[in-house]
């Protein structure tokens, strides 16, 4: 995704428009890989692949979201990791 989709992006459950990008892996024209996370309900967004993935919680793989997690775990703040919902990796 481009960096400034972030300024029309929401929380889909919330709504809340003040989200934090965190950029995992970056080409000069996108974002490859990354975390959007809203700080009004603690939910993170993965970006895979590009594609920021911003499901409400019942369309979501438990099993997905923490391998995502876990594989940038070194880089994810403890905040998300710790308290991020639906999944926390702790
Ligand atoms: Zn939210």
Do not use: H, V
């Amino acid at each position: 995704m481009k960096k400034d989709l972030m300024e029309i992006l929401a929380c889909p459950i919330c709504k809340n428009p003040d989200l934090e990008l965190f950029i995992f892996d970056e080409n000069e024209f996108e974002i490859e890989s990354g975390i959007i996370f809203c700080t009004k309900c603690n939910r993170y967004y993965p970006i895979k692949s590009t594609i920021p993935i911003m499901l409400p919680d019942d369309l979501r793989k438990e099993k997905e979201d923490l391998e995502f997690m876990s594989q940038y775990k070194s880089i994810i703040p403890e905040k998300i990791l710790e308290k991020g919902k639906p999944f926390p990796l702790k």
